[in-house]
């Protein structure tokens, strides 16, 4: 079984939608958990860390259940340039990171 | 301004041949990581580094080593290059100290091996 499974997709979405993808990790002592955007052909970059309280960050909020081991993001009022493939990374302790096999998202004018 | 850099962005060599791939970053991260990027699968840990002179294998490491002599750089040596080696390969760093675990990742090395 992967560490980290997400659904690649791809989610085709018009401008202004409301987009959400989750992604499920199989070790519950999971300890750390974040996002990455990775355009093509290009590096991931951090898009935002996930804390078990939940996060937002402008147009994005991120979660966290532990219960059912899986962390969501939330994308409102999508844009062009959210048009990206979104990374679920997972990390096990030290520096043991997962990384998600990503969830392609192009936003449509 | 503070970088990561790789090189070359891309290479294609022959079965057999030793290819060694550069990673250099200006942060003085003491945390440096190798993966690779393939269709089907997230980006997979060859090899990282806490610290000159500190080697650990990743999940995928057969075929692959590393050496870290000095802060700023982790090159990666696959000894004898193999067709399933043909990848995208990323070279990440961290702090590691400053409680913040977030990856700078390079811009990528497309490998291909004929």
């Known amino acids: 079984r992967k560490e980290v499974e997400q659904d690649p997709g791809p989610f085709n979405v018009p401008e202004g939608a409301t987009v959400a993808f989750n992604c499920t990790y199989s070790?519950?002592?999971?300890?750390?958990f974040f996002w990455y955007r990775q355009d093509c052909r290009k590096e991931p970059k951090l898009l935002m860390s996930v804390y078990s309280s939940g996060n937002e960050d402008g147009r994005f909020t991120a979660q966290l259940n532990r219960a059912s081991q899986y962390i969501s993001l939330l994308i409102r009022d999508s844009k062009l340039s959210d048009s990206a493939t979104y990374l679920c990374?997972?990390?096990?302790?030290?520096?043991?990171?997962?990384f998600g096999t990503g969830t392609s998202l192009t936003v449509i004018p | 301004d503070a970088e990561i850099t790789q090189s070359p962005r891309h290479k294609i060599t022959e079965t057999g041949r030793q290819v060694t791939l550069a990673c250099h970053q200006t942060?003085?991260?003491?945390?440096m990581f190798w993966y690779r990027q393939d269709l089907g699968h997230g980006l997979r840990l060859i090899h990282y580094s806490y610290g000159v002179q500190d080697t650990n294998k990743g999940e995928v490491s057969d075929g692959y080593s590393v050496s870290r002599s000095n802060t700023e750089d982790l090159p990666l040596t696959l000894e004898s290059a193999a067709s399933s080696q043909t990848s995208v390969y990323f070279c990440?760093?961290?702090?590691?100290?400053?409680?913040?675990?977030?990856?700078?990742f390079g811009p990528g090395t497309r490998l291909t091996v004929l």
């Open positions: 990374v997972v990390n096990t302790g030290g520096n043991q990171f997962y």
């Open positions: 070790n519950s002592a999971s300890q750390s």
């Open positions: 942060w003085n991260h003491n945390n």
């Open positions: 990440a760093s961290s702090p590691g100290t400053s409680g913040s675990l977030e990856q700078f």
